[in-house]
C-alpha cells in the first residue's frame, strides 16, 4: 500500500484544477448576482467632516461639593483614585486617627468634590451648549472646555430630565469666538446610514467615532418618552451629551446611553433623536423649563386579540384608552374609555409608546383632531391640550389573598365570578364607585391567568357592555361566539379603581 506522501504529489495537479474550477464558478456567480452597492465599504475618509465640526464640540466637567465622610483619617488621596473607598473603609473601620466626627467641640468635618466630565456642543456662537442632565447633574460647577483647552465657566439654562437634556450658557471671549452646529432633520435618517459621534470618552477629548444607524424608535424604558437613535459608532463613557452627526455635518442625535455587559462599547449605543431633542432645548432657552401637553387619559397597548375583540380594522394599532381624568382635556372633548386613539395631530398612533410621545410635544393650548375608533366606527374628536404637571397618584394594588370558597359563584373563562357585595368590598378593599362582578378566584392554568386577572379584580364590562352579575358575564360570552368572535374584550379594574382592557380567548 502506497504511503500517503507518496500519493499526494500525483493528485495535487487534480486538485488544484478542481480548486481553480470552483473559483472561477464562483467569480462567475458573482459576476452574475447584483454588483455591491455604492459606499458599501464607507466613504474613503471622514477627516474633512470631522475637521468641519470639531470645534464645536466641547467636554464638559461637572463638580459637585460634597460633605466627606465621618471618620476618614489617613493619607489623602485625589478624588477618583481607584483605591479611595478601600483606604477609607480601612481607616475607620481603625478608628479614625484624628477623628472628624463632627461632634461638640471637633472640627467640621471637611469637604470635597465629586467630578464628572462629559460632552456637550454648541448650537449657537452666542454661548450656548448643549449636553446630558445625566453629565451635569446636581453640580455646582459646570466647565465648558473647548477643542483648544480654554476652559469657559457655564451657567446651567434649563434642564430636563424625562429627555435627558441640559442647556448651558458660557460667554465667549473675543480672543476665542465659539463655533455652532446647526441640528439635521433625524426623520430622514435610515438604517444603514452613516454616522460619526464625537466626545469625550474617558477624558480622552476631540476622540472621532465613525459608524451606521443601527435602527430607529428604540425604547430602552429609560423614561417616558423613548424613541433613541441606535448606532455602532463607538460610544464609551465620556461620550455622554455628545453629537451624532450626519455626513452633512449635521447633528442628528444626541449620545445618551450604552447597552455593554463591560461599561464599554459593544456597538450598542444610544442617542437622543434631534427630532425629539430640538423642541425640548427651544423651551429650555425660552422658559427654562419644559411646557409639555397633557391629554388626561390612562392608555395600553393594542395587541392582536384586543383588536379583533375590539372589531378594529387595520390589526392591532393605536393606544386605547383605559382611563379617563375627570379634570382633564379629554374628558371635556367627549374621550371615553374603550377609545382607540389612532391619530393625534395628524400624526399615526402606531402603538400606545407613540401617544405620549407625540403629546407631550404638542404644545399647551393647542387645540388638535384625535382621530379615535369607538365600537368600530372612526370619528374625530377636537381636544383642547392641557398643561403636564410632574407627579400623579398611584393606585394601590389589588389584594393576593386568596379567598374561601364563595356561594352562587359562576366559572366563566376561568374564574369564579361573584355578584358585588358589601362582604367583597371589604374583603378585598374595594372602591365604592367600582361597579361589575367581582373575580373570586382564578385558575392558574387558563387564559384569564395568563393575562394577569387576580382575584379581587372586578369585570366591569364584557364586549364593551356593563356586566353586574355572573350571568351577566355568560350571555355577553354566548353572544360573543355566536357572532364568530375568536376573544372577548373585558374591562377590569383594581381594588382602588383603575382600569385595564384584557383580550381573553373564547376557543
Not at 13 to 24: F, G, I, N
Not at 106 to 123: D, H, M, T, V, Y
Not at 405 to 421: D, H, K
Request: glycine residues 12%.
Amino acid at each position: 500500500m502506497p504511503c500517503p506522501a507518496s500519493a499526494g504529489p500525483a493528485r495535487r495537479p487534480q486538485r488544484a484544477r478542481a480548486m481553480l474550477a470552483a473559483l472561477l464558478i464562483g467569480a462567475t456567480v458573482a459576476g452574475s448576482a447584483l454588483p455591491p452597492p455604492a459606499f458599501a465599504k464607507g466613504p474613503e475618509s471622514l477627516a474633512d467632516l470631522a475637521a468641519q465640526v470639531t470645534d464645536a464640540v466641547v467636554n464638559i466637567s461637572a463638580s459637585t461639593t460634597v460633605e466627606a465622610r465621618a471618620g476618614r483619617a489617613g493619607p489623602q488621596l485625589p478624588p477618583g483614585t481607584p483605591f479611595e473607598d478601600l483606604f477609607e473603609e480601612f481607616f475607620n473601620r481603625r478608628g479614625g486617627r484624628g477623628g472628624g466626627g463632627g461632634g461638640e467641640g471637633e472640627a467640621p468635618r471637611p469637604q470635597r468634590k465629586s467630578n464628572s466630565l462629559g460632552s456637550g456642543f454648541i448650537i449657537d456662537a452666542s454661548g450656548i451648549v448643549v449636553t446630558n442632565n445625566h453629565v451635569i447633574g446636581d453640580a455646582n460647577d459646570i466647565q465648558v472646555i473647548l477643542s483648544d483647552g480654554t476652559k469657559l465657566k457655564a451657567e446651567i439654562v434649563g434642564k430636563d430630565s424625562k429627555i435627558d437634556l441640559a442647556v448651558l450658557r458660557v460667554k465667549p471671549t473675543a480672543e476665542r469666538p465659539l463655533k455652532a452646529v446647526p441640528f439635521g432633520n433625524s426623520d430622514t435618517m435610515r438604517p444603514g446610514d452613516w454616522v460619526i459621534a464625537i466626545g469625550n470618552p474617558f477624558g480622552l477629548g476631540g476622540s472621532v467615532s465613525a459608524g451606521i444607524v443601527s435602527a430607529r424608535g428604540r425604547n430602552i424604558e429609560s423614561g417616558p418618552y423613548d424613541n433613541y437613535i441606535q448606532t455602532d459608532a463607538a460610544i464609551n463613557k465620556g461620550n455622554s451629551g455628545g453629537p451624532l452627526f450626519n455626513m452633512n455635518g449635521e447633528v442628528i442625535g444626541i449620545n445618551t446611553a450604552i447597552l455593554s455587559p463591560t461599561g464599554g462599547s459593544v456597538g450598542i449605543g444610544f442617542a437622543v433623536p434631534s427630532g425629539t431633542a430640538k423642541p425640548v432645548i427651544d423651551q429650555l432657552r425660552e422658559f427654562g423649563e419644559v411646557r409639555r401637553g397633557w391629554l388626561g387619559v390612562r392608555i395600553q397597548n393594542v395587541d392582536d386579540a384586543t383588536a379583533e375583540a375590539l372589531g378594529l380594522k387595520g390589526g392591532a394599532r393605536g393606544a386605547l384608552v383605559a382611563g379617563v381624568d375627570e379634570k382633564g382635556p379629554a374628558k371635556t372633548a367627549g374621550l371615553e374609555v374603550g377609545d382607540v386613539i389612532v391619530r393625534f395631530n395628524g400624526d399615526a398612533v402606531k402603538a400606545s409608546s407613540d401617544l405620549p410621545r407625540i403629546v407631550a410635544a404638542t404644545p399647551v393650548g393647542k387645540t388638535v383632531d384625535v382621530v379615535i375608533v369607538r365600537k368600530g366606527e372612526e370619528t374625530t374628536k377636537p381636544v383642547t391640550l392641557g398643561r403636564l404637571e410632574d407627579g400623579t397618584d398611584k393606585a394601590k394594588p389589588a389584594s393576593l389573598r386568596q379567598p374561601e370558597a364563595e356561594s352562587a359563584v359562576r366559572q366563566v373563562l376561568g374564574m369564579n365570578l361573584s355578584s358585588m357585595t358589601d362582604e367583597l368590598r371589604k374583603r378585598y378593599s374595594i372602591k365604592d364607585t367600582v361597579k361589575g362582578v367581582v373575580v373570586t378566584r382564578v385558575d392558574p392554568n387558563s387564559t384569564a391567568a395568563d393575562k394577569r386577572i387576580q382575584p379581587g379584580e372586578t369585570v366591569v364590562e364584557v364586549g364593551q357592555e356593563a356586566v353586574n352579575s355572573p350571568a351577566d358575564v355568560s350571555k355577553r360570552i354566548d353572544a360573543l361566539k355566536k357572532e364568530g368572535r375568536k376573544s372577548v374584550l373585558l374591562l377590569v379594574a383594581a381594588a382602588g379603581g383603575d382600569v385595564r382592557f384584557v383580550a381573553v380567548g373564547l376557543e
